[in-house]
C-alpha cells in the first residue's frame, strides 16, 4: 500500500525523508564540485569526522522518530482505557410517580471515580428524547460501587405515554478523572462529547 504523507514534518521524520536529504547534500556537494577533502592526503584524514558527524546525526534521528512513535502508542492506550472506563457507568431506568416524576438509577461498576454525572434525557421507543431536570442537581462525583439514585422531570411537557423498565433508555453525561466529557444512552456504547 502506498504511504500518503499528510504533513511535510511526516516526510522528514520518515526514512525516504533523511536518505532523500542525504542524498541531496551528496549531489550539491559534487554538482558544485565542492569536496571538502581536497586531493591533499593530509586533508582526508578528516573524513572520519565527517562520517562521524553524520552518525551522530543519524542516531539523534532514529532516537526521536522512537520517541515520537512511543508517545503516540502511549496516547492511544490512555484514550482506549477511558473509552473502556466509560463501558461501566450506565444509568438505568425507575418507575414514574404521581407528581409526574420518573426514578432513575446511574451506577458506576468501573474501578474510578467519575464526576460532573448528570441526567440528561429520557428515550422512550417511538417518541422523541424527553430533556429531563435534576431538582438536587448534577452529582460531583460518582464512586465506584455507590449508586446514584435520583428524581428527574420533564423539563418541558409530560412524559411521553410508553414510559416503562423495558421501553426507556436514560440518557446520561459525565468526565472521567482525565477530563473527558462522556454521553451515554442506556447500554450503548458511550460517545465522547470533548
Same mark, same amino acid.
Request: glycine share 10%.
Given at each position: 500500500m502506498k504511504k500518503v504523507f499528510k504533513h511535510a514534518s511526516q516526510f522528514l521524520f520518515s526514512a525516504w525523508g533523511f536518505v532523500s536529504g542525504l542524498v541531496f547534500a551528496l549531489v550539491v556537494m559534487i554538482g558544485t564540485r565542492y569536496w571538502?577533502? #581536497?586531493n591533499d592526503p593530509n586533508s582526508w584524514a578528516g573524513l572520519g569526522q565527517w562520517v #562521524?558527524?553524520?552518525?551522530?546525526?543519524?542516531?539523534?534521528?532514529?532516537?526521536?522518530?522512537?520517541a515520537r512513535k512511543e508517545a503516540r502508542r502511549e496516547n492511544e492506550r490512555d484514550a482506549e482505557t477511558r473509552r473502556v472506563a466509560a463501558y461501566y457507568v450506565q444509568g438505568s431506568h425507575g418507575g414514574v410517580t404521581a407528581e409526574n416524576r420518573v426514578n432513575q438509577t446511574v451506577r458506576n461498576e468501573g474501578s474510578e471515580p467519575v464526576v460532573n454525572v448528570d441526567v440528561v434525557a429520557l428515550h422512550v421507543v417511538g417518541h422523541p428524547p424527553v430533556k429531563v431536570r435534576q431538582p438536587r442537581g448534577r452529582k460531583d462525583v460518582l464512586l465506584p460501587g455507590n449508586p446514584w439514585r435520583l428524581w428527574v422531570s420533564p423539563v418541558e411537557n409530560e412524559y411521553p405515554s410508553g414510559l416503562g423498565a423495558g421501553t426507556t433508555l436514560t440518557e446520561i453525561e459525565?468526565?472521567?478523572l482525565a477530563g473527558t466529557r462522556w454521553r451515554r444512552i442506556g447500554e450503548r456504547p458511550p460517545e465522547k462529547i470533548s
Amino acid at each position: 500500500m502506498k504511504k500518503v504523507f499528510k504533513h511535510a514534518s511526516q516526510f522528514l521524520f520518515s526514512a525516504w525523508g533523511f536518505v532523500s536529504g542525504l542524498v541531496f547534500a551528496l549531489v550539491v556537494m559534487i554538482g558544485t564540485r565542492y569536496w571538502p577533502f #581536497g586531493n591533499d592526503p593530509n586533508s582526508w584524514a578528516g573524513l572520519g569526522q565527517w562520517v #562521524g558527524g553524520i552518525g551522530a546525526l543519524a542516531a539523534a534521528w532514529a532516537a526521536l522518530r522512537i520517541a515520537r512513535k512511543e508517545a503516540r502508542r502511549e496516547n492511544e492506550r490512555d484514550a482506549e482505557t477511558r473509552r473502556v472506563a466509560a463501558y461501566y457507568v450506565q444509568g438505568s431506568h425507575g418507575g414514574v410517580t404521581a407528581e409526574n416524576r420518573v426514578n432513575q438509577t446511574v451506577r458506576n461498576e468501573g474501578s474510578e471515580p467519575v464526576v460532573n454525572v448528570d441526567v440528561v434525557a429520557l428515550h422512550v421507543v417511538g417518541h422523541p428524547p424527553v430533556k429531563v431536570r435534576q431538582p438536587r442537581g448534577r452529582k460531583d462525583v460518582l464512586l465506584p460501587g455507590n449508586p446514584w439514585r435520583l428524581w428527574v422531570s420533564p423539563v418541558e411537557n409530560e412524559y411521553p405515554s410508553g414510559l416503562g423498565a423495558g421501553t426507556t433508555l436514560t440518557e446520561i453525561e459525565f468526565e472521567d478523572l482525565a477530563g473527558t466529557r462522556w454521553r451515554r444512552i442506556g447500554e450503548r456504547p458511550p460517545e465522547k462529547i470533548s
